[in-house]
């Protein structure tokens, strides 16, 4: 991908908090911060990688998240469960282990990935913060049969990648926040980039 591509969000990111820096503003937290949070999450997939791999080039996850702040630094731990359509099933025969009942089934996309990631934040106000991260992201994708033991399954070729995430977090009260972050992968290995919606609440 081109390097100035993936520097836009950051720099949106850096606009849009452009208004909000001629007033004063508030001072890092001394002490450290942490939160818990659930996120939605979708996913952009490079076309020929999806092609190749029958799968479609977009899709949504749930998950959850935990996050850091002391002063400048922040970090952010989180897994996702993903749900892709599958452009290219396959049908298995399977059997109950406990009623004997046989059916066909079609295979699905079982989609997860867990993240790690860690940089710099700004707080732009008492209500308001926002910074840029970098980190990794592990990714298992593969088509199989679900809640099947010993069926056929295929590996989906997205590998685990390289980030730099821009984000922005809203503070609705002490405790309870929202935050909007970019993740743009650098290594051109399947995915594009995710967009993040999640909601936190402070310890």
């Known amino acids: 991908m ?64 935990y996050a850091g702040r002391k002063g400048l630094f922040n970090f952010s731990v989180g897994g996702t469960i993903f749900f892709i359509d599958d452009k290219d099933e396959f049908s298995q025969d399977v059997e109950n282990i406990v009623t004997g009942d046989q059916r066909t089934q079609d295979s699905s996309i079982d989609a997860g990935s ?51 995430k821009p984000f922005a977090r809203f503070l609705f009260t002490d405790r309870v926040l929202g935050s909007l972050a970019y993740y743009s992968y650098n290594g051109d290995k399947g995915v594009e980039s995710t967009l993040q919606f999640s909601a936190e609440v402070r310890m």
């Open 2 to 65: 081109n390097v100035n591509k993936k520097l836009i969000p950051a720099l949106l990111c850096l606009g849009c908090a452009g208004p909000l820096a001629a007033q004063p503003a508030a001072d890092a937290p001394a002490a450290y911060q942490g939160s818990w949070g659930f996120h939605g999450e979708t996913i952009s997939i490079d076309a020929d990688a999806a092609l190749l791999n029958g799968i479609a080039d977009s899709g949504f996850g749930i998950g959850a998240s």
């Open 114 to 164: 867990l993240y790690i990631d860690g940089g710099l934040v700004h707080s732009f106000s008492d209500r308001f913060e926002a910074g840029v991260n970098v980190g990794y992201r592990y990714f298992d994708i593969d088509r199989t049969i679900t809640s099947c033991t010993d069926c056929y399954s295929e590996d989906i070729s997205i590998e685990s990648d390289s980030y730099i």
